[in-house]
């Protein structure tokens, strides 16, 4: 899911066809999990949710909670046995960063990990899915303006029609009304309104959510 360019889902097969060409030219497939990873799309990563392995997933965000910033790689055994099995007097991974293994991000990363763990918030994720899609989209089909509503796992989007004036003007004037008058924050791209709440939402503020949404596309309509 392309979140970044207003939660774009992967056309049927497509993962699978990407991962079928990169093994017949021995190219490496990478997913960039940092905003599909750990519960958004009811698993813990997207590749489970689509059933394709890639080589390498990226991840950061979902990995503490938001709590410290801290990101990470993974990476399939044919790769992690490239780097463990070079010379003796050459350090594995030849790279540094001022705040590599971080103390605190890596307690918080730990925590947060143990948490979804104990909550059962993936699965809480899918199983909230039908419902938070159903809020998103009796609450948005029809009103000014409305272009289209996409969801997946927990992750919304409205696309909204470019305002006279200027493409990306009227998601814009969404976002500040939101935050001004209806207490809500509002992610915005292009004309696109992305919604992604916590994995701790309930189905009332799911609910509450998608009116509030409701009433800034009308107010700026």
Not at 107 to 120: D, H, N, Q, S, T
Not at 177 to 190: E, P, Q, Y
Request: glycine share 10%; with cysteine; net charge negative.
């Amino acid at each position: 899911m392309a979140g970044s360019t207003g939660v774009l889902p992967p056309p049927k097969g497509y993962l699978q066809k990407l991962r079928a060409i990169c093994d017949k030219h021995n190219i490496l497939l990478i997913f960039d999990e940092v905003i599909t990873g750990f519960g958004r799309l009811g698993h813990a990563f997207a590749a489970e949710r689509y059933g394709v392995i890639p080589d390498m997933i990226t991840f950061a965000k979902g990995v503490t909670s938001g709590a410290a910033p801290m990101g990470g790689v993974l990476v399939r055994k044919g790769i992690f046995d490239a780097f463990m099995n070079g010379p003796d007097h050459v350090i594995e991974l030849f790279h540094g960063y001022t705040y590599s293994g971080h103390p605190m991000a890596a307690a918080a990363g730990l925590a947060a990990l143990e948490i979804y763990k104990e909550e059962g918030l993936f699965e809480r994720a899918k199983t909230l899915e039908p419902v938070f899609a159903d809020a998103m989209m009796d609450a948005w089909k029809g009103l000014p303006n409305v272009l289209d509503v996409r969801t997946l796992g927990l992750v919304a989007a409205v696309d909204l029609a470019a305002a006279p004036d200027g493409a990306g003007k009227r998601a814009y004037a969404a976002m500040e009304t939101g935050f001004h008058d209806h207490d809500i924050m509002l992610r915005v791209t292009g004309d696109t309104i992305a919604i992604t709440p916590p994995l701790t939402v309930s189905e009332s503020q799911v609910g509450e959510i998608a009116e509030r949404v409701a009433k800034v596309i009308r107010a700026v309509a």
